[in-house]
């Protein structure tokens, strides 16, 4: 048994591979029964449109931070 009544911090980090492996439903399931009163925060490395669902669901105002990199080649 998992008892979330207490719980004041929630990070989900690689939510695109839950999705992918097929663990979305139960990450819902999770995330509707945490009490209202937290602080949440959701890291992925995409951002499909189901994650951006689930986001715009149970985050507070989100906010995305998008970082592009340089693609980095060899000279040879």
């Known amino acids: 048994t998992l ?3 207490q719980l004041v911090t929630f990070v989900l ?3 695109d591979e ?3 492996m097929g663990f979305i439903e139960d ?3 999770i995330l509707a029964k945490l009490p209202s ?3 949440m925060a959701l890291f992925s490395a995409t951002m499909p449109f189901r994650i951006r669902q689930i986001a715009n669901n149970y985050l507070k105002d989100p906010v995305s931070v998008e970082i592009q990199s340089e ?3 060899v000279k040879s």
Do not use: Y
């Open 71 to 73: 693609t980095a080649t």
């Open 37 to 39: 009163a937290k602080q």
């Open 3 to 5: 008892r979330l009544d």
């Open 27 to 29: 990450v819902e399931t």
């Open 13 to 15: 980090d690689e939510a």
């Open 18 to 20: 839950m999705l992918r």
